[in-house]
């Protein structure tokens, strides 16, 4: 599987699921940022979507999916994706 459909996979899910914590660093009790809250089931799903997606995705050119990246990247809330 690829990397990349995966890791977009994963994003897309913890987009929808719009569920997140905040860890702290244990040694100052700062936040660390914020990580999305995904259950196995939700990380089940993500790579179950990637499979599906990898059978479309094996078929574009370096191109092809340099432009959908880019669109991805322009469009995303903050430059990561899951910065809140």
Known sequence: MSLHVLLL??????????RYSAPQDPGTGKSMGSLPEMGVEDVK??????????????????YERAAILTKIFQY?????????
């Open 9 to 18: 996979c994963l994003a897309r899910t913890a987009l929808l699921i719009n």
């Open 45 to 62: 799903q993500a790579v179950k979507h990637a499979a599906e997606a990898l059978k479309t995705w094996r078929k574009t050119t370096e």
């Open 76 to 84: 995303a809330p903050s430059p990561s994706l899951f910065a809140r």
